[in-house]
């Protein structure tokens, strides 16, 4: 994936090859410079880049050694023999990377990128939570913080989430942050649902027996919740041909209302295997021109108001800072972290049906 040329003009042109509808000449030209001299002190300190579909698409088509989804970096992070490991992404991620490479240096370019869904749950909360419900096993969606990891039974991505939750045998399962995650789970599982945190009576039968299969918590990603059957209702009106693709953190009305719901990876396969020639993308904006840039033929309509103002804090500048002055390097303690590991590495025996549900 990367562009490792050997002069700042072939980096350009390569970049150009694949981005001249996406980004404008004058600021590929200027992001050439930074990329060749990322990619250059990336070889000369056997350093790797991960980058998320999320990143811009200027980075995304220059730096990274991998792209993908949560689930596939982390899969990346945990294969690599490289140090250090740059993680164009978000600090959950980050410390994803870190809890599976403890000997290594993993560096986050910002330390300004987090996410409003890891940041909606805490490790004591988990805690509660478990005293509320002992016995039930706890699902993490990977969006959280390693503390929160930590006290929690196993992870999951949302190309793995139905498979995750079935692996268990219990009536019930926990499953955390995400509330529209977990309805669309729900739906797909045949599992009901309840909020503990705020409406512990529904769930119960007609005769106040509990009837809870899945138990889930308020947390929403700020960029797809954003997404509504409007949106979808306008757009349809003006292209009837269109091919609606939602993620799965889009409420389940949205995800009702499209026509394919899927992880960025799943959307991004789908988009290269149908023949349709226009779709529209709920998902983060950047990855709507990455999917872009990688199908010309294609028309991709995105509602560019919604960037993830926490991915958008990783730029090719930071990337440079970060591998030019070390920084800034995630931690994790060693408590936390071996915790957490345990719940990182029960996903990973499990695999993604990514072709499935995705
Ligand atoms: S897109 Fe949503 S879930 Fe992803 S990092 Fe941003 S806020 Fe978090």
Redesign the pocket.
């Known amino acids: 994936m990367s562009i490792a040329e050997h002069s700042v003009d072939a980096t350009y042109h390569k970049m150009r090859e694949r981005l001249k509808d996406v980004v404008p000449d004058a600021e590929l030209r200027y992001k050439a410079e930074l990329a060749f001299e990322i990619n250059r002190i990336k070889e000369q300190r056997r350093a790797v880049i991960l980058g998320h579909n ?1 990143m811009e698409p200027a980075l995304f088509h220059s730096v990274p050694d991998f792209t993908g989804d949560s689930l596939e970096l982390c899969r990346k992070a945990a294969q690599t023999n490289k140090d250090p490991i740059v993680f164009c992404g ?1 600090r959950f991620m980050a410390e994803t990377a870190k809890i599976l490479n403890p000997d290594k240096t993993v560096l986050l370019p910002s330390l300004q990128a987090g ?4 940041a909606s749950i805490t490790a004591e909360d988990v805690r509660i939570l478990k005293k509320q419900f002992p016995g039930v096993p706890v699902v993490t969606y990977i ?1 959280t913080y390693a503390d929160v990891k930590a006290e929690c039974d196993i992870v999951c991505t949302s190309s793995n989430a139905a498979a995750v939750i079935e692996s268990f045998k219990t009536d019930t399962v926990i499953f955390l942050p995400d509330e529209y995650l977990a309805k669309n789970v729900a739906r797909e599982t045949g599992k009901h649902i309840i909020f503990p945190s705020k409406d512990p009576l529904v769930g119960k039968n007609e005769n106040g027996d509990i009837e809870y299969k899945l138990i889930g918590w308020h947390g929403k ?4 919740e954003k997404f509504t059957v409007e949106d979808i209702r306008n757009v349809r009106k003006q292209f009837p041909d269109v091919v609606v693709l939602a993620h799965p ?1 889009c409420s389940p009305e949205v995800v009702e209302a499209s026509d394919y719901s899927g992880s960025t990876t799943a959307m991004i396969k789908y988009v290269e295997k149908t023949k349709a020639p226009r779709y529209l993308l709920l998902t ?1 904006c950047s990855m709507g021109d990455n999917i872009a840039a990688e199908n010309p033929e294609k028309e991709m309509l995105r509602l560019c108001s919604v960037r ?1 103002p ?2 958008n804090q990783i730029t090719l500048e930071d990337t440079l800072a970060s591998l030019r002055e070390n920084r800034y390097v995630i931690n994790v303690p060693e408590d936390i972290r071996v915790r957490a590991h345990r719940a990182v590495m029960r996903m990973l025996e499990i695999g993604s049906p990514v072709a499935a549900k995705d």
């Open positions: 999320y978000v996410c409003s869904l890891a969006n990603c700020e960029v797809h953190e983060e993830c926490h991915m």
